[in-house]
């Protein structure tokens, strides 16, 4: 649901389309954190 939001949001503004890249590797990072955690 965010997703679809921030994407809107992304094709009407460049600095939106900013926070979104940013929110995705954010997510990417978290992502990458929490699968570390699991495999120790």
């Known amino acids: 649901m965010w997703i679809l ?3 809107i949001l992304a094709n009407k503004s ?3 389309k900013l ?3 940013a ?3 954010q997510e990417k990072l ?3 954190i929490v ?3 699991r495999s120790l």
């Open 5 to 7: 939001i921030i994407f």
């Open 14 to 16: 460049d600095k939106a």
């Open 19 to 21: 926070n979104y890249d």
């Open 23 to 25: 929110y995705f590797k």
């Open 30 to 32: 978290v992502a990458a």
């Open 35 to 37: 699968f570390f955690n």
